[in-house]
């Protein structure tokens, strides 16, 4: 780090679980940093995010316009059964989407386009009334897994972010949600929801800056995700 040099290290982890740690020196100010993130179109914008908008306070279903299924997801869909089904979906939503197939005739995929996207508004809305516990398990396989039971287990091991969180000294400046739409190497397209808080801390020590991301859904592969962003000073 004192030479300028960016440290990335793949932390040990278990249970099918995936844990990355980064830094870098920056010469960049707390509400720079505070800036980059609200503008997270911006801050993500690379080859593997494919499209990417952040949601307006209150969302709407226009900030969902963008949201397109690729063909082989909405194929995918047809063959849908709760226990067995391609996308990470919960039981109201295979339900739901598969009746739209059913009733759609020749326009299906773009009635199930829209479907879809009515179902991500409702798991925001959801989501800003009852929490992340409230939002219902994935049903894609046999035994269903619920994304706030693998998420509290993310942050029973993270226990630096944990005792910040319960703290007094940090003030939210902002939070907002996302959705986006990325692909890694040669895997499907995975489009997910995210929740994002920005904090600012009134402590000498410790992080200047404070963002926690929390995903709530994601099409593909993840059943849960914790993001944290620490600006702290040299």
């Given at each position: 780090?004192?030479?300028?040099?960016?440290?990335?290290?793949?932390?040990?982890?278990?249970?099918?679980?995936?844990?990355?740690?980064?830094?870098?020196?920056?010469?960049?100010?707390?509400?720079?940093?505070?800036?980059?993130?609200?503008?997270?179109?911006?801050?993500?914008?690379?080859?593997?995010?494919?499209?990417?908008?952040?949601?307006?306070?209150?969302?709407?279903?226009?900030?969902?316009?963008?949201?397109?299924?690729?063909?082989?997801?909405l194929d995918d869909l047809?063959?849908?059964?709760?226990?067995?089904?391609?996308?990470?979906?919960?039981?109201?939503?295979i339900v739901a989407l598969?009746?739209?197939?059913?009733?759609?005739?020749?326009?299906?995929?773009?009635?199930?386009?829209?479907?879809?996207?009515?179902?991500?508004?409702?798991?925001?809305?959801?989501?800003?009334?009852?929490?992340?516990?409230?939002?219902?398990?994935?049903?894609?396989?046999?035994?269903?897994?619920?994304?706030?039971?693998?998420?509290?287990?993310?942050?029973?091991?993270?226990?630096?972010?944990?005792?910040?969180?319960?703290?007094?000294?940090?003030?939210?400046?902002?939070?907002?949600?996302?959705?986006?739409?990325?692909?890694?190497?040669?895997?499907?397209?995975?489009?997910?929801?995210?929740?994002?808080?920005?904090?600012?801390?009134?402590?000498?020590?410790?992080?200047?800056?404070?963002?926690?991301?929390?995903?709530?859904?994601?099409?593909h592969y993840r059943t849960?995700?914790?993001?944290?962003?620490?600006?702290?000073?040299?």
């Amino acid at each position: 780090l004192t030479r300028g040099e960016a440290v990335v290290r793949v932390l040990p982890s278990e249970d099918g679980e995936l844990a990355v740690v980064a830094a870098t020196p920056t010469t960049a100010r707390p509400e720079a940093v505070t800036s980059w993130f609200g503008a997270v179109a911006d801050l993500k914008k690379s080859e593997f995010v494919l499209a990417i908008r952040r949601i307006a306070d209150p969302p709407t279903l226009q900030d969902f316009s963008g949201v397109q299924l690729d063909d082989g997801d909405l194929d995918d869909l047809r063959r849908c059964q709760p226990g067995d089904c391609d996308l990470k979906l919960s039981r109201a939503d295979i339900v739901a989407l598969r009746q739209v197939v059913g009733t759609s005739g020749s326009a299906w995929k773009e009635a199930v386009q829209v479907a879809f996207r009515e179902r991500l508004l409702g798991r925001v809305h959801l989501y800003q009334t009852e929490g992340l516990q409230a939002l219902p398990p994935y049903a894609d396989r046999k035994s269903p897994v619920s994304p706030n039971d693998v998420f509290a287990r993310l942050l029973t091991r993270s226990p630096y972010v944990t005792s910040l969180l319960l703290s007094n000294h940090l003030e939210r400046v902002d939070t907002f949600f996302y959705w986006s739409k990325e692909r890694y190497g040669t895997g499907k397209a995975v489009i997910s929801l995210t929740h994002v808080d920005t904090f600012r801390s009134s402590l000498s020590s410790g992080p200047e800056v404070l963002v926690v991301s929390a995903e709530l859904f994601a099409t593909h592969y993840r059943t849960a995700s914790l993001g944290v962003t620490a600006l702290t000073s040299d």
